[in-house]
C-alpha cells in the first residue's frame, strides 16, 4: 500500500523553528510536496522536491532523501499565523496524483 | 496565476438529493482534475483523477455511481454526488495542475465545497 507518517501535533512559540517530518512508502513515486491547510480553507502550496537535497523559499524549507524515504519541512521565524495544518503528499502515478499524509497540526503560541 | 474557482461553496440539501459541483481552473488549461474529500480533522482523501475527454479513474473504495465525475473541457471538471444522504456530508475539494507547464507544476486547489445533507 501507500503510506505517508508525519506527527500529528507540533507546538511552538514565536520566532522559534519548527520541522516537521515526513516518512514516506509509495509506488511510483516523483517527489514530495507539502500543503499548509488553515481551519475551514483549501490547501495551499509550499513546495515540492522531486530530487534529493534542501529546497528554499522564503522562511520554509524542505528537504528530501529517496534513499531514505524522507523528508522534512522546517519552518522558521515562525508567526501566529503559521499556526495551520501541514501535510506532506507524494507525488506518483501516471498522472502526478498526490497522496497525502494525516497532516500535522502547528500551533504557535506568543 | 494558477487560480482553481470551486462552485458553490456550501450546500445544504435533503437526503436523497443530487449536488452537482463545479470545478475551474480560470487562467490555465488541465488536462487532469483531482477530486478530494475531507472529514473534520483529517487528511485529503483522493477520489477520483478526472481525465478531460475520457473516463476518470476512481480510487479502490470509491462508487463511481455515486459520484458521477464529467470533465468536458480542459477547465471544467464537475462532480455529482447522487442521491445523497447524510454519511455523504464532507468538504470536497478539487484540485488541477497546468497542462502546459513542467511536469513538476504543484496541484493547485479550489476552496472547496462544504456540502450537509440533512
Known amino acids: 500500500g501507500q503510506s505517508l507518517e508525519q506527527p500529528s501535533e507540533v507546538t511552538a512559540v514565536e520566532g522559534a523553528i519548527v520541522q516537521i517530518n515526513c516518512t514516506y512508502q509509495?509506488?511510483?513515486?516523483?517527489?514530495l510536496s507539502w500543503y499548509q491547510q488553515h481551519d475551514g480553507g483549501a490547501p495551499t502550496f509550499l513546495s515540492y522536491n522531486a530530487l534529493d537535497g534542501l529546497e528554499e523559499t522564503g522562511r520554509f524549507s524542505s528537504f528530501l532523501s529517496r534513499s531514505d524515504s524522507y523528508g522534512y519541512l522546517l519552518l522558521q521565524e515562525l508567526q501566529m499565523k503559521d499556526s495551520a495544518s501541514y501535510f506532506c503528499a507524494a507525488v506518483s502515478g501516471g498522472y502526478n496524483k498526490l497522496i497525502f499524509g494525516a497532516g500535522t497540526r502547528l500551533a504557535v503560541h506568543p | 496565476g494558477a487560480v482553481v474557482s470551486q462552485h458553490p461553496s456550501w450546500v445544504i440539501c435533503k437526503s436523497g438529493t443530487s449536488v452537482k459541483i463545479e470545478c475551474r481552473s480560470l487562467d490555465f488549461q488541465a488536462t487532469t482534475m483531482f477530486w478530494y474529500r475531507q472529514f473534520p480533522k483529517q487528511s485529503l482523501m483522493l477520489m477520483a483523477t478526472?481525465?478531460?475527454?475520457?473516463?476518470?479513474?476512481?480510487e479502490q473504495g470509491v462508487e463511481k455511481d455515486k459520484f458521477l465525475i464529467n470533465h468536458a473541457s480542459l477547465t471544467l471538471s464537475t462532480l455529482t454526488v447522487t442521491s445523497a444522504h447524510p454519511e455523504d456530508s464532507s468538504f470536497y475539494i478539487c484540485?488541477?495542475?497546468?497542462?502546459?507547464?513542467?511536469?513538476?507544476?504543484?496541484?493547485?486547489f479550489g476552496d472547496g465545497t462544504r456540502l450537509s445533507i440533512l
Open positions: 509509495t509506488s511510483g513515486f516523483y517527489g
Open positions: 478526472s481525465n478531460e475527454g475520457s473516463k476518470a479513474t476512481y
Open positions: 484540485s488541477a495542475r497546468d497542462s502546459g507547464g513542467l511536469s513538476n507544476q504543484p496541484q493547485h
